[in-house]
């Protein structure tokens, strides 16, 4: 189904699967887990950003765009995703990945691993900066951009993480979907737990749960900025989402976010976060990465043991992929091992 009459490329079959997680709610003494398998999207080894690029790439596909330039880090699940669904739709695709300095001398000369490896098995053409910051980033872009043009191509621009109002969409319908599952199984989520970075996902959950999951508190765990700047964003995208389809004013209200999970830094795996992926695996075959969906699982473990959450109840953990970011982090998880003993 396509919401509120915008358009929208196929990329995955729906819905994704929803599983309760028994063994790891019971590891934890409770609440009743449940887990949204939204890594188990048909594209690309999968993950959240194919819910928004339905929507991206389908309003590309209708302003008849044939080349998709967008941007991330080296290791940019969206920018993956974004190759292999320009690649199932015929499209051309330009990554812009920018990292922190020494980022072009380490994409030429070691080996591409993750995502990274996954960009290159897409042929996409990866343009690597050394800067991260905003303006290096829109510079590169509009470079990018007006090459394509002048060589008689048109290009669609798709901001990082696929976060603007059309990309939120996507997540809006996630909330849809949710709530057909949650009544099919006759289970009511008092609480929903996402990964936050750029904020489409939990800007669309929090939008789509006002509008039809009313009762579900939605519950950003940010693996970067700060709560306070988290919040603003997530507000200020659902709100500008809101408008733009129509919506009386913004219905949802203030986002709630945790930032007591993000140890040193974006990518930085956490101590807390790789207990997380082991707990997952090991009780439930899981599999998730240690830059989002790991330090996610380790804010709920967290508000657990903290008492915050309460042992009763029914949680939904929206499992947003990123399964090639482990993959790529070889030398930190052997580090870790060994501290614990294991290896
Ligand atoms: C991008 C991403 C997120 C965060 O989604 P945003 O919409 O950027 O906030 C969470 N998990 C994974 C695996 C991602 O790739």
Redesign the pocket.
Known sequence: MSLFGRPRARLSSWPTPLEECPRLSAALGGPHLWVKRD?LTDLGLG???VR?LEYLLGEAISQGADTVVTTGALQ???ARLTAAACRRLGLEVVLVLADQAGAVAAAASEPARGNLLLDRLYGARVVVLDDDSDPAIAAAMDEVASDLIRRGRRPYLIP????NPI?VLG?VGAALEIAGQAQTEGVAFDHLF???????????LHLGAALYLPGTQVH?VT?SRGAGAQMARVDALAAETAARLGLPGHPAPPAVVHDGYVGEGYAVPTREGWEAILLAGRTEGLVL?P???GK?LSGLIGLIREGILGTTGNVLFVH???AP?LLAQTAAFHHYLTQTGEV
């Open positions: 890594d993950g959240n950003k928004k940019s699940n969206h990082v993480g696929g976060s990309g997540y996402v990964a936050t970075g750029s904020c489409g996902t939990q800007a669309g950003g693996i990465d830059v989002y969906t996610a947003t992929g990123g970011g």
